[in-house]
């Protein structure tokens, strides 16, 4: 507790939060539900129509993990067609499109993010180690910025926002892995640009975080085993299961992907031995459809028009954004050990 108030409470708001109308969203007139499925059609199919890559990788993993879910199932009792299991495979449909539009946006974020400068001042170092070190060095770091980058996003309300999407699913199976907004992941462009600027090689950097993706959709399917004699070092479906789970000692834990040896080290591990997940899931209210749940993280950010209306304004709003969320970060690097969410 003494701890707590030297570094003092969370630092305020990046941005005034304005939560989407509640009411509205009880009681929504036909005209409203009719739009919001037309306008989920017109993505799901237009991703289709621009790449048939999120189908194909739906029937890959459809075709691997169904059958071991069905003979050995984490959750005996869940289907293959489980409560909105329709709204995961419209994100797998739509994942080219979703992909790229974040893409787009991980880009911007490379390059006004500033993390080429530390890369570039690093570069001489980097130089110095041998080729063949090369591959596992970067994989090191890029999984512990992996594993920071995620803690942002659980850690900071104005990041969580876009993260929470991911983890509104209550059931987490072979396809679950897809729901997640495209800006939820955008914060890994800047170490994507710190190593490349650091000298490691856009291509293995590249593979790193396919690898990374299709590790963290499998370790999202309903099966039951446990991997016991991995846990210490490598990430498992029990490791990520506890990590949705929504009891209050797994909150804020097993951030890692690939290696669980940074939550080990920076004190957010957590895989009880005679306990197993079973409630999956967050306990604000996100609308079960993609329109919204694109939208649920903007809502926060305010009018975009406003760019435009008072460019100067603007600048001095962002640049006050990037410094609060410097101080958040440093808060949740130096936070106390073990801590859970402020109520
Ligand atoms: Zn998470
Ligand atoms: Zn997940």
Known sequence: MEEEIRLGPLPAEVVEYTPPPEEE??????????????????????AVFYSTEGLVFMIVLFILIVPVEKLFPRHKGQKVRRPLYKLDVSYALSSPLLNLVGLIAAGIVAI???????????????DEIPV????????????????????FYHEIPVLWKFHAVHHSTEHLDWVSGFRAHPFDGTLIAPAFIF???????????????????ILGLLLHANVKFRFRWLHPFVGTPEMHHWHHSNENDAVWTNYGVALPLW????GTYYMPKDKRPSVYGIDEHIEPNMIDQLLYPLWQIGNPLNIIR???RSIGVGFRFY??????MKWVIFRPRGMKPPM
């Open 323 to 328: 410094w609060n969320l410097m101080k958040k």
């Open 263 to 266: 939550d080990q080290v920076f």
């Open 112 to 126: 006004i993010s500033f993390a080429w400068i530390p890369g570039l001042l690093i570069r001489p170092l980097v």
């Open 195 to 213: 190593l490349i600027a650091a000298g490691f090689s856009p291509e293995i950097t590249g593979v790193f975080a396919i690898f990374q993706i």
């Open 25 to 46: 969203a009880k009681d929504r007139g036909w005209v409203l539900v009719a739009l919001i499925r037309l306008l989920s059609a017109l993505i799901v199919g237009g």
């Open 310 to 312: 008072h460019p100067f």
């Open 132 to 151: 063949q070190w090369m591959p596992i060095v970067g994989f090191l770091i890029f999984d512990m910025i992996g594993y920071w980058t995620h803690r």
